[in-house]
Nanobody, 125 residues
Framework: QLQLVESGGGLVQPGGSLRLSCAASGFTLADYNTGWFRQAPGKEREGVSCISSIGNSTNYADSVKGRFTISRDNANTVYLQMDSLKPEDTAVYLC???????????????????WGQGTQVTVSS
């Protein structure tokens, strides 16, 4: 069974950091473009960052550039290091995998076939 599981969310004060993990089972995540998306209450889901299967190129939303870093640790885990967190970063964060052989793109949600259930990130004092 193909599955993605996110972990690492929680409550953090503004300016703090969290590291999210996305672990795959049933397939090799390194063979897929992997993206992080987030959805806040009452808002549409938005792309946050992605890492390509070929060359590990990365892409970030303007709102998180310079604060978030995506990385791939091994064949089946992708991380999202989130620093200098702001209240507006509060959302459910989901990872997703796209079986495409092209540079990753967080604007192309339809590329992503496999999705995790998400992990809650709350930034509040």
């Amino acid at each position: 069974q193909l599955q993605l599981v996110e972990s690492g969310g929680g409550l953090v004060q503004p300016g703090g950091s969290l590291r999210l993990s996305c672990a795959a089972s049933g397939f090799t995540l390194a063979d897929y473009n992997t993206g992080w998306f987030r959805q806040a209450p009452g808002k549409e889901r938005e792309g946050v960052s992605c890492i390509s299967s070929i060359g590990n190129s990365t892409n970030y939303a303007d709102s998180v550039k310079g604060r978030f870093t995506i990385s791939r640790d091994n064949a089946n885990t992708v991380y999202l290091q989130m620093d200098s967190l702001k209240p507006e970063d509060t959302a459910v964060y989901l990872c997703a995998a796209a079986p495409v052989q092209a540079p990753c793109d967080i604007t192309k949600e339809h590329w992503y076939d496999y999705w995790g259930q998400g992990t809650q990130v709350t930034v509040s004092s």
